[in-house]
């Protein structure tokens, strides 16, 4: 039995070396365009957290893709992929966003395809409740932290040097970075001027580049492997060929059925199950609260100094909160108020344009639930995006 003991172990070690040295032209090889397209609604963690398909999505022509969080899964008929599927206009929206996806992760990935962002248009959904005063934490950060663009932000020479370290130096603060002992070694040396460390880096430097590759050539065998199909909730009879005006009056009626049975507008499913059971509980939980001040304006300060830098043509979306439950919540108005006037500045400062929802708080049937936009929202956002794409 002794000369079969090896065995498994030579296996291992030659799957291992196949993994490795497998041409990666052979592996795009097995890529499809089809299977590119069908990315656009899958909404697939994997594609978020690497390259190979995003390189692919932006040197499309007619991708348009949308960045945001898990608004863009809350699918209807008015939804973007949706709409824009039933009514042909030069593009397809390409959706990037989870819950958790923040300012910071938006940059990360951005970097990851700077070279791709010259003169591309896409959408970038802002959302307040990003907008804590810590921004986005651990619990975020962690399932949509992606090694990858990590890596690639060491060996990032596309992208302005200040800009860089100002990202490695925000990235450091998180534990998933730090617990990476190679890579933290490379941030640190960026920002430092010791000579140990320095020292540190140039030994770790060949370490983190067949990291980097071999992080890559994983990107590409995930590739292979595309999400699951989602219910789209599709209903092309009901959006094709409509002006707006009776979109939005088709998106209120369809609003209207699902959000019935509670005072807030919010889909009476979710409200059942969320919110209803304890209703009393959460009457003036936030008072005092405010999206005034957050480190994440400084995050997102990074995505807008990026996209100029590039070239990239975006229209930012600033989505509204629920009003009549902010108010129940006891959520100051001030407090909203602040965040919308503020990321507007923001924005226009940076000589983007931005379709600004903010005035949409008490508008019934703009939102699905508390925050998330859906039905009626949906139909400005898509009239946004055809006159952004004309433009």
Same mark, same amino acid.
């Given at each position: 039995m002794k000369k079969y003991a090896f065995v498994p172990i030579i296996i291992a070690v030659v799957l291992f070396l196949v993994f490795i040295f497998f041409p990666n032209n052979w592996l795009k090889s097995f890529i499809s365009d089809k299977k590119v397209q069908r990315a656009a609604t899958e909404l697939n963690p994997l594609m978020f957290q690497g390259d190979y398909v995003q390189k692919k999505i932006l040197k499309e022509k007619?991708? !348009?893709?949308?960045?945001?969080s898990s608004e863009l899964a809350r699918f209807d008929p008015f939804h973007p992929s949706n709409y824009f599927a039933a009514n042909k206009k030069g593009f397809t929206p390409f959706l990037f966003g989870r819950g958790g996806m923040q300012s910071l992760i938006h940059f990360m990935n951005f970097a990851s395809q700077a070279d791709q962002l010259k003169g591309k248009k896409l959408v970038f959904i802002i959302s307040p409740q990003w907008f804590h005063e810590e921004g986005i934490d651990d619990a975020h950060f962690s399932p949509n932290y992606s090694r990858l663009q990590a890596y690639d932000l060491v060996f990032n020479q596309n992208i302005d040097s200040k800009l860089k370290k100002l990202a490695m130096a925000r990235l450091l603060t998180f534990n998933t970075v730090n617990r990476d002992q190679i890579l933290s070694t490379l941030?640190?040396?960026?920002?430092?001027?010791?000579?140990?460390l320095r020292f540190k880096a140039d030994c770790a430097r060949p370490i983190a580049y067949l990291n980097w590759r071999l992080l890559q050539k994983k990107d590409l065998y995930y590739s292979l492997f595309g999400g699951y199909q989602r219910k789209r909730h599709q209903n092309p009879k009901l959006v094709k060929n409509k002006s707006w005006d009776e979109l939005v009056i088709s998106a209120?009626?369809?609003?209207r059925k699902r959000a019935k049975s509670n005072p807030f507008n919010i889909s009476d499913s979710y409200y059942k199950k969320k919110i209803a059971p304890k209703i009393n509980e959460l009457k003036n939980y936030k008072k005092g609260t405010s999206f005034?001040?957050?480190?994440?304006?400084?995050? !997102?300060?990074?995505?807008?100094?990026?996209?100029?830098?590039?070239?990239?043509k975006p229209l930012f979306v600033t989505l509204p909160v629920n009003g009549k439950w902010y108010d129940y919540t006891g959520f100051p108005k001030e407090g909203r108020t602040a965040f919308y006037k503020k990321i507007k500045k923001q924005v226009e400062a940076a000589?983007?344009?931005?379709?600004d929802y903010s005035g949409h708080e008490y508008d019934p049937y703009f939102l699905k639930d508390?925050?998330?936009?859906?039905w009626k929202g949906w139909v400005y956002m898509d009239k946004a995006m055809e006159n952004h794409w004309k433009q």
């Open positions: 007619n991708s !348009f893709p949308i960045y945001g941030y640190k040396a960026e920002l430092s001027n010791t000579k140990s209120e009626k369809y609003g005034a001040e957050s480190k994440e304006y400084k995050d !997102f300060q990074m995505v807008l100094d990026l996209l100029k830098e590039k070239g990239a000589g983007f344009p931005i379709a508390t925050i998330h936009i859906a």
